[in-house]
Nanobody, 121 residues
Framework: QVQLVESGGGLVQAGGSLRLSCAAS????????MGWYRQAPGKQRELVAT???????NYGDSVKGRFTISGDNAKNMVYLQMNTLKPEDTAVYYC???????????????WGRGTQVTVSS
């Protein structure tokens, strides 16, 4: 019914930049929040950034000032601009969205499959 598909991951040197994109598709009635989480090997999944439909943003402490989240409500997309990347940013980055479908009209939490970001020192 609903799919989240991430793109834009890859390998980059420390100090470099990457831009992640996530597209939500399917039987979507409404989206309240979209965002990014990440999980490094051996660690718990953690918040990177979220953005609401009225453009309120929230960032994890470790990325504040370096990452910027933005969204396109018309296209059901969310982006993550990552600057000044550090080796500790290496992780699988997951797109997340709170979506109500056309049929159910109830909000559920959806996840993408993830995209690998690797930052070399």
């Amino acid at each position: 019914q609903v799919q989240l598909v991430e793109s834009g991951g890859g390998l980059v040197q420390a100090g470099g930049s990457l831009r992640l994109s996530c597209a939500a598709s399917g039987s979507i009635f409404s989206i309240t929040t979209m965002g990014w989480y990440r999980q490094a090997p051996g660690k718990q999944r953690e918040l990177v950034a979220t953005i609401t439909s009225d453009r309120r943003t929230n960032y994890g402490d470790s990325v504040k000032g370096r990452f910027t989240i933005s969204g396109d409500n018309a296209k059901n997309m969310v982006y993550l601009q990552m600057n000044t990347l550090k080796p500790e940013d290496t992780a699988v980055y997951y797109c997340n969205a709170m979506i109500a479908t056309v049929t159910a009209r109830l909000y559920h939490n959806y996840w993408g499959r993830g995209t690998q970001v690797t930052v070399s020192s």
